[in-house]
């Protein structure tokens, strides 16, 4: 790949202002612009967020997030589009994120905010609170999410296990499941917390029978995509009390459309696919594109490669 002209697609504005990006590639020895959707194909290679028909025409693709499920994989492979993504950035911030929820849950602030923004001074029950150390949480995708995840939350006490596709131990892990063995791996637990990528074999992966082999006390956590999960399946398990409650990063329709009942129920955190938000997210990414560039110059294999 001869690189003569990088741009910055506009749809990264809804992670960071594409300007601070272009100043950052700035130092690299090749054009950076920001580009709208008519100049993509002018381009040797664009950072997006968004899939676009144009991007066919480009050489490599780089997008701003670790998912890749909004592109068409074979069709890029067929075209030759190379596709990079930014797995590797996220896990302290979505790692911190749900922290966040699991402390919220413990703590009662998720209910406690609620009240204030109604002015009701209102104590939780006396047998509602409760601290993290010796409770314990399935992690499902023990990728750069789940490491992350496991080592904020192990930092306050939460032992966790893992699940990926083999029983493959890791480190950060106290056990590791199989994929094959979710339910097993779950029912003891106290959060189970998806961070898998949204493949054929992960869609619907948390279902009725999942939900069902929860814990009641249990809460789960969703910082993956929405179609990991069975929404309609995961209403009906919170409507039953069949778990405790949720906290919800990613949707099956975003936004999440007003008329979902999960914006209403009082044991559910819903954010707007935020969890990887952070100041830095441009610095993040942009080390990641001149790590690639350098790689191509020496005639090296991109790093972070999907297609
Ligand atoms: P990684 O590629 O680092 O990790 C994915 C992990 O999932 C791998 O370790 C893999 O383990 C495991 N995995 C893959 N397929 C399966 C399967 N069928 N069953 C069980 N485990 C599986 O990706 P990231 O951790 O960076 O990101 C994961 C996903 O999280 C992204 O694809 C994205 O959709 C989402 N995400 C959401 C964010 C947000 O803002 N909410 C931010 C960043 C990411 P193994 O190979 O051992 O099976």
Redesign the pocket.
Known sequence: VELERLGIQQSVDAIFPPAELATDLSVLPVEVTVVDEAEIAGCDAVVTRNHFEALFDVEWVHST?????RFPLEAFAEAGVALT???????R??GE?VAGYLLAFARRLHDQLASATERRWERPAWDEAFTLPGTTACV?????????IADVIGSLGVETVG????D?PLPEFEAMYA?AD?ERAIADADFVIA?????E??RG?FGAAAFERMRSEAYFVN???GAVVDEPALIDALEAGQIAGAAL??FETEPLPEASPLWEMDEVVVTP?????TRDYYRDVGELVRDNVGRLERGEALANRVV
């Open positions: 997030q670790a998912g890749v499920d993504n930014s797995t590797g950035i996220h896990g911030t979505v994120t499902v995708g023990t990728g750069t999410l789940g490491r992350g699940v990926r596709r083999s493959e994929v979710l961070a898998v990528p949204l493949t074999t992960t992966l910082v993956a995509r990063d990613v696919h935020a969890a990887a938000y």
